[in-house]
C-alpha cells in the first residue's frame, strides 16, 4: 500500500517561512491535499489540489509537489498557524484508497 | 451551508459492534458525492476508514475491510458505520466527512464523536 513520510515537528519563529514535507513514491503524480488541525478541532483543508487554497485560506498557505515530495509552505508564520498539518493522497492504484500522513506539529517558537 | 454531524454511543464494550451515523444538511446525499469514515486515536494521526458513494459503492482501508460496513439511507440523508469485534485499538475519535469525487479533498467534516472501547 502507499505511504506518506512527514516529519514529525517542524518549529519556526514568527515572521518567518514553515516548509512541511510529504514524501512518497512519485508523488508528483498524485494529487496531494493539506489539513490544518488545531486541538480538540476537526481537520480543515488548507491546501488542495497541490496548490489551490480553499476560499477563506490565506495566501500566506501555498504547495507545491514534485518527483518524490510534495511542500506546504508557510509564509509570514502567526502564532496561531500552530497546528498538526496532514498530507493526503487518493491511490487509484490500490483500489481508490485514502492515505494520510503522520503527520507534522507545528511549533511556532 | 453543508453541516456534518456524528451520532452514536460513546462507550463500547470490547468484541461488540461500534455504530455511529452521519447526518448530513445542507446537500441531499442522493444527488451526488462521498461520504466517508476518518478516525483519530487519541494523541496519533488521522486514518482512513472508508467511503461510499451516493448510490452504494463502497471503498473500505484494506487494514480495516474484513470489520467495517458503511452504508447510506437516502431517505433520512445520513450515512452510518459499523465497526465490529471491537477493541481497545479502536478508541478513536470518529470523524465523518466529504468528497465530490474519489481524488478530491474532504472538504467538509463533522466535529467528531469519541467513541471509547472498554469493559
Known amino acids: 500500500s502507499y505511504v506518506l513520510t512527514q516529519p514529525p515537528s517542524v518549529s519556526v519563529a514568527p515572521g518567518q517561512t514553515a516548509r512541511i514535507t510529504c514524501g512518497g513514491n512519485?508523488?508528483?503524480?498524485?494529487?496531494v491535499h493539506w489539513y490544518q488541525q488545531k486541538p480538540g478541532q476537526a481537520p480543515v483543508l488548507v491546501v488542495y489540489?497541490?496548490?489551490d487554497r480553499p476560499s477563506g485560506i490565506p495566501e500566506r498557505f501555498s504547495g507545491s509537489n514534485s518527483g518524490n515530495t510534495a511542500t506546504l509552505t508557510i509564509s509570514r508564520v502567526e502564532a496561531g498557524d500552530e497546528a498538526d498539518y496532514y498530507c493526503?493522497?487518493?491511490?487509484?492504484?490500490?483500489?481508490?484508497?485514502?492515505?494520510f500522513g503522520g503527520g507534522t506539529k507545528l511549533t511556532v517558537l | 451551508q453543508v453541516q456534518l454531524q456524528e451520532s452514536g454511543p460513546g462507550l463500547v464494550k470490547p468484541s461488540e459492534t461500534l455504530s455511529l451515523t452521519c447526518a448530513v444538511s445542507?446537500?441531499?446525499?442522493?444527488?451526488?458525492?462521498?461520504w466517508g469514515w476518518i478516525r483519530q486515536p487519541p494523541g496519533k494521526g488521522l486514518e482512513w476508514i472508508g467511503s461510499?458513494?451516493?448510490?452504494?459503492?463502497?471503498y473500505y482501508n484494506p487494514s480495516l475491510k474484513s470489520r467495517v460496513t458503511i452504508s447510506v439511507d437516502t431517505s433520512k440523508n445520513q450515512f452510518s458505520l459499523k465497526l465490529s469485534s471491537v477493541t481497545a485499538a479502536d478508541t478513536a475519535v470518529y470523524y465523518c466527512?466529504?468528497?465530490?469525487?474519489?481524488?478530491?479533498?474532504?472538504?467538509?467534516w463533522g466535529q467528531g464523536t469519541l467513541v471509547t472501547v472498554s469493559s
Open positions: 512519485n508523488i508528483g503524480s498524485k494529487s
Open positions: 461510499i458513494y451516493h448510490s452504494g459503492s463502497t
Open positions: 489540489d497541490d496548490s
Open positions: 445542507g446537500y441531499s446525499i442522493s444527488s451526488g458525492y462521498y
Open positions: 493526503q493522497v487518493w491511490d487509484s492504484s490500490s483500489d481508490h484508497h485514502v492515505v
Open positions: 466527512a466529504r468528497r465530490i469525487q474519489l481524488w478530491s479533498p474532504f472538504d467538509y
